[in-house]
């Protein structure tokens, strides 16, 4: 069963609850008068759909933004959800673009155990495995 839980800690910013179960993050909600801006896209397209239906039952407007705090996958792993402009840092956004023109099969993330590319660079290797495999129970 998917879990996660919207909590609304002031008059406009909301937080969606991490799940150490889905290793899933929290996520940010700012919700103003002229749009809806969201924190961090989610570790999957799933997590970031129960985001998007949190705020469709709560009557948040539709979001305008979304900011990446950081690049790594249990934060941008949804951004495929969202479709609005997408702010972050000139690091993340080249991290992000690097990420993307990997191949995620399983035999490519095999290879990268095998020549010890999985700790070279853990942002976005570490437990990767992990995160498809859940990502195919849940969506």
């Given at each position: 069963?998917?879990?996660?839980?919207?909590?609304?800690?002031?008059?406009?910013?909301?937080?969606?609850?991490?799940?150490?179960?889905?290793?899933?993050?929290?996520?940010?909600?700012?919700?103003?008068?002229?749009?809806?801006?969201?924190?961090?896209?989610?570790?999957?397209?799933?997590?970031?759909?129960?985001?998007?239906?949190?705020?469709a039952k709560l009557g948040i407007p539709k979001p305008k933004y979304l900011v990446l705090t950081h690049d790594h996958w249990d934060h941008v792993f949804g951004t495929s959800a969202f479709d609005m402009p997408i702010i972050a840092g000139q690091e993340t956004r080249l991290i992000i673009e690097e990420m993307a023109k990997l191949d995620w099969s399983d035999e490519a993330i095999d290879r990268w155990g095998e020549e010890g590319k999985e700790t070279q660079n853990p942002s976005y290797v570490m437990n990767i495995r992990w995160v498809f495999m859940m990502n195919q129970l849940h969506s």
């Open positions: 069963m998917l879990r996660s839980h919207m909590n609304k800690i002031s008059e406009h910013v909301y937080i969606f609850a991490p799940d150490k179960v889905t290793d899933r993050p929290i996520l940010g909600v700012i919700a103003g008068k002229s749009g809806t801006l969201i924190v961090d896209a989610g570790n999957s397209s799933a997590h970031a759909h129960l985001l998007l239906g949190e705020l």
